[in-house]
């Protein structure tokens, strides 16, 4: 086998809490992450010849040393010990970029993933995800993906029952929001009310979709800056109206989810959201 196409999927935060600033400069999470089935294609060859090679369906991304799924091959290399006989990438992208939705982070496990297998499970499975975490907070995550407690940086992982699948609504508005600039603004003594995370868990495991929504919540969103907060805030009341049971920003923004449970309701608010946004997906958790 020389080539392998990945499905690299988007993520949603269903709770998302800040507990401190680390001494690392990080910050220690406790996330409840969810996969849906918006993906981009991550296709991997081996055995091109010519080091490591990225191309992109969308221009407007790098393609260099700074793109994840580039820095994700090269740990993968260094990690195993395997000899690089050319490894050509290619990405398909569907997942909007600077969203929050871990696009970036999800090729770069898709990559992993696509590498181990092509290099004959040169290591144990569970060690892609130690290979993720030094290219990103969010890798590991990726590299397993479903329902999922993630706490410490983002790499200590810990599965939950699956979800119901539901419909999903995603509407990223038209500007971006920089993860490291917005954990920048982060004050945690700030945080006057931190997310009922071990409620959210017994929700998710008596899967009562109405009852898991009260819960969802985010902390970044106390974080953004006021302009930014009326137009996350605008896309919630579309959604709610359209009748999501909840409606919240995903990671460090600026993508909006809202959850549906009859999929009529969902497929309206996509097709009112798009006319007022670019991008709109009316996708499902996985
Ligand atoms: O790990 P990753 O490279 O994705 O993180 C990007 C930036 O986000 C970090 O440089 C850091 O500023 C911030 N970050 C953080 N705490 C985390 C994850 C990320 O402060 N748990």
């Known amino acids: 086998m020389k080539k392998i196409t990945e499905k690299a999927y988007a993520k949603i935060n269903l709770l998302l809490d800040i507990l401190s600033k680390r001494p690392d400069g990080f910050h220690d999470l406790r996330m409840i992450m969810q996969t849906i089935e918006l993906h981009d294609l991550v296709t991997v060859e081996r055995g091109t010849g010519d080091g490591v090679v990225l191309t992109c369906s969308d221009p407007t991304l790098p393609t260099g040393e700074n793109n994840l799924a580039v820095q994700a091959a090269r740990a993968f290399l260094s990690a195993t010990g395997v000899p690089c006989d050319g490894i050509s990438i290619h990405i398909e992208k569907c997942i909007p970029s600077q969203a929050g939705m871990a696009g970036g982070s999800s090729d770069a496990a898709a ?4 590498l181990w297998a092509l290099y004959d499970e040169p290591c144990h499975k569970k060690e892609l995800e130690r ?22 940086r983002g790499e200590i992982l810990t599965n939950l029952p699956a979800m119901n699948p539901c419909s999903v609504v995603v509407c990223k508005p038209d500007f971006d929001i920089s993860t490291p600039e917005l954990f920048g603004r982060v004050r945690v003594a700030r945080i006057l009310h931190h997310p009922d995370t071990v409620n959210m868990i017994k929700c998710i495991e008596e899967q009562g979709l109405s009852r898991i929504c009260t819960c969802v919540e985010n902390v970044f969103e106390t974080f953004l800056a006021e302009e930014q907060k009326t137009k996350i805030e605008d896309i919630k009341k579309e959604l709610l109206t359209a009748g999501a049971l909840c409606a919240q920003m995903t990671g460090s923004g600026p993508a909006v989810f809202g959850l549906f449970d009859d999929c009529k309701s969902a497929e309206r608010g996509a097709s009112k959201l798009k006319k007022l946004y670019s991008q709109v997906f009316l996708t499902n958790m996985v």
Do not use: F
Not at 111 to 114: D, M
């Open 111 to 114: 990559v992993l993933r696509a």
């Open 131 to 152: 290979i993720g975490e030094t290219v990103g907070s969010d890798v590991p995550y990726c590299v397993r993906g479903g329902t999922v407690l993630a706490e410490g």
